[in-house]
């Protein structure tokens, strides 16, 4: 998995990259910390609505879904650790970003911010 400088609306993280229907399946499950400004990108092939959630994942993380030009559209914050309950983009999506729970509200990302990556 590679990862890269993304900033999300002024902040700028090291996110890695899921590049595989595998990596994109296990995301963050498992992990007992991930760094202050760090987080996940999952790239789906085409845009819709899509749902994920927090089986196995063991710390509380943001999930920003991501229009196909990279426009958070829909924010869940600060979800529930081993979690069976589906978490709905609820609106068509490309991409989903997953970052420590509370990132959100202390560097004011919100609907409607982009995140800027290379190919945008």
Known sequence: MKESPVFIGDTLFTIYITETQEERKRGLMHINYLPPLYGMLFVFNHTDIVNMWMRNTRIPLD???C???G???HIEKNTTPYSLESISSRYKVRYTIEINGGTCDTY???VGQRF?????
């Open 116 to 120: 800027m990556f290379p190919f945008f």
């Open 63 to 65: 999930i920003l879904f």
């Open 108 to 110: 004011s990302i919100h």
């Open 67 to 69: 229009d196909e030009v």
């Open 71 to 73: 426009k958070i559209v």
